[in-house]
């Protein structure tokens, strides 16, 4: 009887929650990832694992006269081999995994990047230097090469043949899994999601209750808190996981990479539903492409201190056109009009972006409380004085 993919990711947890039990360590990220690379080999297939990188000379060499691919390793990712033609740089591909055992990967490789070459497919793909899960990865920038390729991969015999199961957390058009990640990887994803779920459910005696539903419950609601809860964030970003793409973090910014953090959790919840098709994961790409600016707007709400750009918004404005002014841009702001604010440093736009007028009101409020001020004039005028004498103070120090 062949298990259906949802009974596959029922078991692989059960494997994961048995081994929990028995382990004074608890179950971490790596290990997840190693038996995610792992899946479909039996044990004496991954242990006397196939180089495949002794192909590589051998790829580099194949390839290096055709027009519409390039072979090469990458000194950021020296471990793998990489088939690229991009004419543009970008991050947003489609990925598929195809997984093939040892005798089949030489032939393998050669008929998908020929055939990818032939249709010059945008491309920047890989393959990893050992027989695993993963081992051809191709990301494909058009949904129609994708759709062409996967055609291809399905119905070439000696790819067929040779084929093992992708790991069971992606949807998988016939033998090809199905994913995208920008510019994270899809994996570590769930790698941390599952290590994350068999630890609350070992600190909450509930190994023995660890399937796919519950999992799938799981990962939405830790996605949505993502975006709804400020410690809950606060409380991830602490985490290894995040912590390992610092350097993304770098390059893109934080909000970049948190929205991307949150669309590869949604599709990892929506591969967990094995009633959805290839159709339903292409519209799933696209609505995910549209709504990364939404989702990066929602991070920066979180994650900017309106209290500190509230102050710091006065002190300018304070500096620049004193008391009075800033008395009316306050009254105003309570208001919602931010007209009457600097722009400086574009302070008053990332206020009327992230702070609206009952903030405003509560954080004026919260100052005026906290000094034991009292009214004269307007709520405007005394918080004015105060960021006045805030100001002063600080200046004074200052220069003691």
């Not at 039990?21 to 694992?49: C, H, M, P, Q, W």
């Not at 051809?136 to 043949?161: A, G, H, M, S, Y």
Request: aromatic residues 12%.
């Amino acid at each position: 009887m062949i298990m259906s993919r949802i009974n596959e990711i029922d078991s692989f947890l059960r494997k994961l929650s048995q081994l929990a039990k028995s382990s004074n360590y608890g179950i971490d990220e790596d290990i997840v990832y190693e038996a995610l690379k792992r899946y479909g080999f039996t044990n004496e297939e991954y242990k006397n694992g196939f180089a495949i990188s002794q192909y590589f000379d051998y790829w580099i060499d194949y390839f290096k006269n055709k027009n519409n691919i390039g072979v090469f390793v990458h000194p950021i990712q020296k471990n793998f081999l990489q088939f690229w033609n991009e004419r543009d740089f970008d991050t947003e591909y489609i990925k598929l995994y195809v997984s093939v055992d040892a005798n089949s990967m030489l032939k393998s490789v050669n008929e998908i990047f020929t055939e990818l070459e032939k249709m010059n497919a945008v491309q920047g793909s890989k393959v990893a230097p050992r027989v695993r899960s993963d081992s051809i990865v191709l990301r494909i920038k058009n949904e129609k090469d994708v759709k062409e390729i996967i055609e291809f991969i399905n119905n070439n015999k000696t790819i067929k043949n040779g084929s093992k199961k992708t790991n069971p957390f992606m949807l998988r058009e016939g033998i090809v899994g199905l994913a995208y990640d920008d510019n994270l990887s899809y994996n570590s994803a769930v790698s941390f999601l599952i290590s994350e779920y068999i630890k609350q459910k070992k600190e909450n005696q509930g190994l023995e209750n660890v399937n796919c539903i519950d999992f799938s419950n799981y990962v939405a609601s830790f996605s949505r808190c993502l975006v709804t809860s400020k410690d809950f964030l606060k409380k991830f970003m602490k985490t290894a996981y995040y912590k390992q793409n610092s350097d993304r973090i770098e390059y893109y910014g934080q909000s970049d990479v948190l929205s991307n953090i949150k669309r590869v959790f949604d599709l990892i919840d929506f591969n967990l539903n094995d009633n959805n098709t290839y159709e339903d994961f292409i519209t799933m790409y696209k609505n995910s492409k549209e709504e990364k600016e939404e989702l990066m707007n929602d991070f920066n709400k979180l994650l900017i201190d309106t209290h500190e750009l509230f102050i710091n918004s006065c002190r300018e404005t304070y500096q620049k056109y004193g008391t009075r002014q800033l008395a009316g841009a306050i009254d105003k702001a309570i208001n919602g009009d931010y007209s009457s604010f600097t722009n400086d440093n574009n302070l008053r736009e990332t206020m009327k972006k992230y702070m609206g007028k009952e903030e405003i009101k509560k954080i004026v409020d919260g100052l005026i409380f906290s000094s034991e001020a009292v009214f004269r004039k307007s709520e405007g005028y005394t918080c004015a004085r105060i960021i006045e004498n805030m100001y002063k103070e600080e200046t004074n120090s200052k220069s003691k």
